[in-house]
């Protein structure tokens, strides 16, 4: 049977968009307590658990939809598919050093280095070889999540390792997801995405919900999500700077 490689997953699409929403109302809350428009600890733990859960959603999301992009380059040759990875990848990074420079500007001490779109930037390019590989990317998904339990301990006297998972004494950001051990939950989206997306189809059985109305709003934001990240936490800055919370 021939696959329509122009068909949408609504059940990544809207996952996706859960994971989404759910990420950027923890941002807000944490923009909004650092500059005290509200009293709320952003260490609590109902907060923490939170964002833990969804984050990692997001980044297996990231990893299964990178296999089903790959699935539809079967016909491209090698160099073709890492130019495109290369340039995909390249672009996101950049909007994270975009929102580095955004946050430097308004936040200073505690500004995102490197924060969910570096680490999507450096996954997309760093997964090029391994995305048609299975246990591979399992093995690599223990070594990065266990190999973040030490490398996350360790204090260094530098500040280039950070992206990493290595940072100095007292080094605080509102948004920190380096490779070690993040890049292991792409990697562990990859290999559940070769495994029940095989060949860009399911290989299993699930009720079509695309129809239901919360489903399809839920798709619609999955599939803007890149987008949606970008602008929400300017839009936020702008809010409180027009109520006069934040002075320039």
């Known amino acids: 049977m ?10 990544i699409d809207s996952l996706r968009g859960i994971a989404i929403i759910v990420m950027i109302i923890f941002h807000a809350i944490t923009v909004l307590s650092y500059f005290n428009v509200i009293d709320i600890d952003n260490n609590h733990l109902l907060l923490r658990g939170t964002i833990f859960v969804f984050a990692r959603l997001f980044l297996l999301l990231v ?3 990178l296999t089903l992009s790959y699935a539809r380059l079967e016909d491209w040759n090698r160099k073709k598919i890492f130019l495109k990875y290369l340039k995909r990848g390249l672009i996101i990074f950049s909007g994270g050093l975009a929102i580095t420079l955004v946050s430097w ?3 200073r001490k505690d500004f995102i280095i490197f924060g969910v779109l570096h680490l999507i930037g450096f996954a997309i390019i760093f997964a090029i070889p391994v995305l048609k590989k299975k246990f591979l990317n399992l093995l690599l998904a223990v070594f990065f999540t266990l190999g973040g339990f030490y490398v996350n301990r360790l204090t260094v006297d530098t500040s280039w390792l950070i992206w990493l998972g290595a ?3 007292n080094f605080t950001t509102v948004d920190y997801f380096p490779v070690f ?14 495994m029940l997306y095989k060949d860009y189809s399911r290989t299993f059985k699930i009720k079509d919900l695309s129809s239901n109305h919360v489903v399809r709003l839920l798709s619609f934001l999955g599939r803007h999500s890149l987008m949606l990240y970008l602008i929400h936490q300017p839009i936020i800055i ?3 700077v027009s109520l006069g919370y934040i002075t320039l």
């Not at 021939?2 to 059940?11: H, L």
């Open 167 to 169: 940072s100095p004494a």
């Open 2 to 11: 021939k696959v329509d490689f122009k068909t949408r997953f609504w059940e």
């Open 238 to 240: 702008i809010v409180l």
């Open 181 to 194: 051990p993040w890049f292991g939950v792409v990697l562990l989206g990859i290999f559940i995405g070769n």
């Open 105 to 107: 500007f308004f936040i």
């Open 63 to 65: 990893g299964i939809s």
